[in-house]
T-cell receptor, first 117, second 112 residues
């Protein structure tokens, strides 16, 4: 089975530009999570969805960040405008809908390494 | 606020050695604790999940223990191999099941 697929794998762009990260969760998984990983702060949850609906976006750092899930097989994380401090690895993960969203192991994509110059 | 600490941050051992990775958390009111492996340039892979009512879980050469009252967990790796080289992260799920908090990981290097 295909795992969680993220694109692009690497993104380098200049400050002020719009950045869009993409994620395709595992088919049949009802939960989708977006994380950010930095050396300083480790892995942090940004937002998660259940059945395409955003449930908790309290981890989204600023209004410059937005996430959508238009259907069960696709989600985007957008940063507009981007800033150098947004440089990080962004992970998408999905999990089955059985029980509490965090009580099932999450399956992670390989991440998008984002560099804002 | 829950904080998860992993010590050491890095560890180097020769092949064949048994080793222990440590994880501590400040709030003992957890629902479960999970150990993940992260390879360079890759996402996280779930290794073991211990429910708060359990004391340990085993998978192959891996054994994870949980002492909720003292806020500690250990990941024991038996007969380490070069293929075990990776970063190992632990994460705790709060009792309400609303937040999964990660440690910063221990980077393990096993030399042949």
């Amino acid at each position: 089975d295909a795992g969680v697929i993220q694109s692009p794998r690497h993104e380098v762009t200049e400050m002020g530009q719009e950045v869009t990260l993409r994620c395709k969760p595992i088919s049949g998984h009802d939960y989708l999570f977006w994380y950010r990983q930095t050396m300083m702060r480790g892995l942090e949850l940004l937002i998660y969805f259940n059945n395409n609906v955003p449930i908790d976006d309290s981890g989204m750092p600023e209004d410059r960040f937005s996430a959508k899930m238009p259907n069960a097989s696709f989600s985007t994380l957008k940063i507009q405008p981007s800033e150098p401090r947004d440089s990080a690895v962004y992970f998408c993960a999905s999990s089955p809908g059985t029980g509490n969203r965090f009580r099932q192991p999450q399956h992670f994509g390989d991440g998008t390494r984002l560099s804002i110059l | 606020k829950q904080e998860v600490t992993q010590i050491p941050a890095a560890l180097s051992v020769p092949e064949g050695e048994n080793l222990v990775l440590n994880c501590s958390f400040t709030d003992s009111a957890i629902y479960n604790l999970q150990w993940f492996r992260q390879d360079p340039g890759k996402g996280l892979t779930s290794l073991l999940l211990i429910q708060s009512s359990q004391r340990e879980q085993t998978s192959g050469r891996l054994n994870a223990s949980l002492d909720k009252s003292s806020g500690r967990s250990t990941l024991y790796i038996a007969a380490s191999q070069p293929g075990d080289s990776a970063t190992y992260l632990c994460a705790v799920l709060n009792q309400a099941g609303t937040a999964l908090i990660f440690g910063k990981g221990t980077t393990l290097s096993v030399s042949s």
